[in-house]
């Protein structure tokens, strides 16, 4: 199983539309939850981190769930520039090493 | 402007041959990583560092080596033990105490004919 799951789509959406991912991490003790934006052939920039009590940041909400080990990313009003792919990132538990774990990615495209 | 800068974006390399990437971040920060991204899959950590002087293997170190003589600096050798060099390889870095939140540079796309 891999660390850091993710259906990798492609979400293909309307403008307007609201649209959800979710990403499922294996290791319980994971400690901090990211998601980054990459668009094609690009390098990724982080879009948002996750707190326990989810975050919201515009049509951005970020939510994480440690019982059932996923957290997921809701968009609200796509637009068509929100269209790249998704990273979910989470932080590894490793004893004296920081190192995240990428997941492949969810690809959305917002169609006009 | 701070960031970080990756060159060359685009290398062409033969088999049997070493490559360096360079990797500069004029951000002040302590830690610097090198990734890679082959399609489909995520990012696989090759080295880190965390100060200068100092580096760690990340999950796929073989075939590749790096140096941290200067805190700005960061280059990447890919060998030619390295059996699937052609990948797009990412540059990154951040602060210390705030490893999730990673400045990337721009990239560089290695083929091996």
């Known amino acids: 199983r891999k660390e850091v799951e993710q259906d990798p789509g492609p979400f293909n959406v309307p403008e307007g539309a609201t649209v959800a991912f979710n990403c499922t991490y294996s290791?319980?003790?994971?400690?901090?939850f990211f998601w980054y934006r990459q668009d094609c052939r690009k390098e990724p920039k982080l879009l948002m981190s996750?707190?326990?009590s989810g975050n919201e940041d515009g049509r951005f909400t970020a939510q994480l769930n440690r019982a059932s080990q996923y957290i997921s990313l809701l968009i609200r009003d796509s637009k068509l520039s929100d269209s790249a792919t998704y990273l979910c990132?989470?932080?590894?538990?490793?004893?004296?090493?920081?190192?995240?774990?990428f997941g492949s990615g969810t690809r959305l495209q917002v169609q006009p | 402007d701070g960031g970080i800068t990756q060159s060359p974006k685009y290398l062409f390399r033969k088999e049997g041959q070493n490559v360096t990437l360079s990797c500069e971040q004029n951000?002040?920060?302590?830690?610097m990583y090198w990734y890679r991204q082959d399609p489909g899959q995520g990012l696989r950590l090759i080295y880190y560092?965390?100060?200068?002087?100092?580096?760690q293997k990340g999950d796929i170190a073989e075939g590749y080596s790096v140096s941290r003589e200067k805190k700005e600096s960061f280059p990447l050798t890919v060998t030619s033990a390295q059996k699937n060099p052609t990948a797009f390889y990412l540059c990154?870095?951040?602060?210390?105490?705030?490893?999730?939140?990673?400045?990337f540079g721009e990239g560089s796309r290695l083929t091996v004919l």
């Open positions: 990154a870095s951040s602060l210390w105490d705030r490893a999730g939140e990673l400045f």
């Open positions: 290791n319980s003790a994971s400690q901090s």
């Open positions: 996750v707190y326990s």
């Open positions: 990132v989470v932080n590894k538990a490793d004893t004296g090493r920081r190192a995240l774990t």
């Open positions: 951000l002040n920060h302590d830690a």
């Open positions: 560092s965390q100060i200068v002087n100092d580096f």
